[in-house]
């Protein structure tokens, strides 16, 4: 018998093994849903008068949010939950949540924006208390201070099949969700779902997702904020909207976005002198000589547009990938440009472009969101894949929350299949004694000790008011 081998020659496989945990990491996240208050709202924002289910619904959709953090793709997926029953209990079946997602009209979606939006007020208290506070964003070393910086960004989800809503676009067939994310703290405060053929520089639908995700922030987070998106939030009457604040004079608010390179402005930058042109930074903070920075606010005509506004123009090497969309004048110049629009006064143009170009973070939530199932929508009806992507949000909230105040290190700043690894899918044995239970996690695990480590955080955590 070979060396090779020989390990499977005395081994045998039963299933008598009892109280067997195989996914122990999830316990603390489902503790912390009940800790901060998530899981007892949502149950009573969903009672049906005159109606008791068998399963409570804040818990069928905290269970659910959790199988997605498991790697649920579907909503048969949430019977991984089984897995850690001995602890938390038999988990609702797939019908059950289908049931429970189905019933999740407007009304519903705005009772649960509520709870949300409440418990994570609770949350950010217990965020401002731990150590080193608010994640306030940093550009360049310097941190913004009492800053929100919220982005706003679409994903086409390509689908194949005949779902409601799924309509052609740009990229194909399928869904067209508008995502706001606080950057801060990579939280998905708003996840809204629309037909495949929903515009990209639709601007009533960037105010409204930018006022719902607004509602979603506690009061003392709304005050000053940087609102940043792509070229499709560069519309006159979204970029208005922030100038004015809401129509609220207590509101400071600014925009970074990008700008439509139009005639006038390939027309303006062809006057921009070389000396003019400053040197843009590299990720060190340090000058590019390759690149460089120049403001053509005042070559433009920028009737329309919101009073204050600048326009500022990175040049770089044209990378081999653009060579298919380079302009006349980017091909006669050998530089590929871009344009970012902001009504942020007196600031250097290193310091803006430095601060438009973090807006990339979004990209990193999206591609989360799509590993946590946002590019499978489950059912054909468009109103029941909205409920699945607020179930979503859901589910990325409760991870960052989790890693902002239960984890260190390394774990604290995981992508989801990472944090399934090297914690979530940790196993372990559930022993009684002395009318108390007991988790049993292998120590010769290193996740071992992060899982307790985390639950120990969480049960310090106090509860809401």
Not at 59 to 75: E, I, K, Q, Y
Not at 168 to 192: I, Q, S, W
Not at 378 to 388: E, H
């Amino acid at each position: 018998m070979s060396d090779r081998t020989e390990w499977a020659d005395d081994l045998s496989l039963s299933t008598k093994g009892k109280k067997l945990v195989g996914k122990a990491g999830i316990v603390p996240v489902r503790r912390l849903a009940d800790k901060v208050g998530l899981t007892d709202a949502l149950g009573q924002a969903l009672v049906r008068r005159g109606f008791q289910p068998v399963h409570d619904r804040g818990t069928v959709l905290v269970s659910a949010a959790c199988a997605v953090l498991l790697g649920a793709r579907s909503m048969a997926g949430i019977d991984v939950m089984r897995q850690a029953s001995p602890v938390l209990g038999r988990p609702a079946s797939a019908s059950t949540l289908w049931r429970t997602l189905e019933k999740i009209g407007p009304l519903q979606l705005t009772k649960i924006a509520s709870v949300r939006a409440r418990v994570r007020g609770h949350v950010h208290q217990l965020i401002d208390l731990r150590p080193g506070g608010f994640p306030w964003i940093k550009v360049n070393g310097r941190e913004l201070t009492g800053i929100t910086v919220v982005d706003l960004d679409a994903s086409v989800i390509q689908t194949h099949s005949d779902k409601e809503g799924a309509e052609a676009n740009f990229k194909g067939y399928g869904h067209h969700p508008l995502l706001m994310f606080l950057d801060n703290t990579e939280e998905l405060l708003v996840n809204r779902l629309r037909p495949g053929s929903a515009g990209s520089n639709t601007a009533d639908d960037h105010i409204s997702v930018s006022v719902e995700g607004l509602r979603q922030l506690p009061t003392r987070r709304r005050r000053r904020v940087l609102f940043r998106t792509d070229g499709a939030g560069a519309t006159m009457d979204f970029l208005a909207w922030i100038t004015s604040g809401a129509g609220n004079a207590a509101n400071r608010w600014e925009y970074s976005v990008g700008h439509t390179r139009d005639d006038d402005f390939w027309k303006a930058l062809a006057k921009v002198p070389a000396t003019a042109w400053t040197p843009a930074l590299d990720a060190k903070g340090q000058p590019r000589q390759d690149a460089a920075l120049a403001e053509i606010t005042d070559m433009l005509d920028l009737k329309g547009w919101p009073t204050g506004m600048r326009v500022i123009v990175r040049r770089e090497p044209i990378h081999p990938k653009y060579q298919r969309e380079l302009k006349p004048y980017e091909k006669k110049t050998d530089f590929r440009y871009q344009a970012i629009a902001t009504n942020t006064p007196g600031e250097q143009l290193q310091f803006l472009d430095a601060r438009a170009r973090s807006h990339t973070h979004v990209e990193a939530g999206i591609r989360r969101g799509k590993a946590l199932s946002l590019n499978l929508m489950p059912s054909k009806y468009f109103a029941l894949n909205q409920a699945w992507c607020t179930l979503l949000a859901l589910a990325v909230d409760l991870a960052r929350w989790l890693q902002l105040l239960a984890t260190t290190g390394k774990l604290a700043r995981a992508e989801p299949a990472s944090l399934r690894a090297q914690l979530l899918d940790v196993p372990a044995k559930l022993a009684d004694h002395a009318r108390r239970r007991e988790l049993k996690l292998d120590p010769a695990w290193p996740a071992s000790a992060r899982v307790v480590e985390a639950w120990d955080a969480v049960q310090d955590l106090p509860g809401p008011d």
